[in-house]
Nanobody
Framework: QVQLVESGGGLVQAGGSLRLSCVASGNTLNFNAMGWYRQAAGKQRELVAGISSSGRTPYVDDVKGRFTISRDNAKNAVYLQMNSLKPEDTAVYYC?????????????????WGQGTQVTVSS
């Protein structure tokens, strides 16, 4: 079992910044990657960014250059620095553990999710 606890969401104006944090506990040794997903109202959950234990960081196209994912392996923590936020970034953001293919960078989530943290960007 893995437990994930996110924090750091909130309300921000367009162009502003937020930093999300997630701490994992439990049996995390089987997974070599962590990721952030988001789910906007009425839409499917989508991968925003992932990070492998070796530091590989794939991003979805519309956050490249604005968001930065990082991790602290000693703390089993993953972070998402979000800059230049846009109203379309409004969503509930979820932390996840999973596996990343070393060669392709593809991220494969496991079915462990945090409670989510709401990010709202006003125009």
């Amino acid at each position: 079992q893995v437990q994930l606890v996110e924090s750091g969401g909130g309300l921000v104006q367009a162009g502003g910044s937020l930093r999300l944090s997630c701490v994992a506990s439990g049996n995390t040794l089987n997974f070599n990657a962590m990721g952030w997903y988001r789910q906007a109202a009425g839409k499917q959950r989508e991968l925003v960014a992932g990070i492998s234990s070796s530091g590989r960081t794939p991003y979805v196209d519309d956050v490249k250059g604005r968001f930065t994912i990082s991790r602290d392996n000693a703390k089993n923590a993953v972070y998402l620095q979000m800059n230049s936020l846009k109203p379309e970034d409004t969503a509930v953001y979820y932390c996840n553990v999973g596996r990343m293919n070393y060669w392709s960078g593809s991220y494969y989530p496991e079915d462990y999710w945090g409670q989510g943290t709401q990010v709202t960007v006003s125009s």
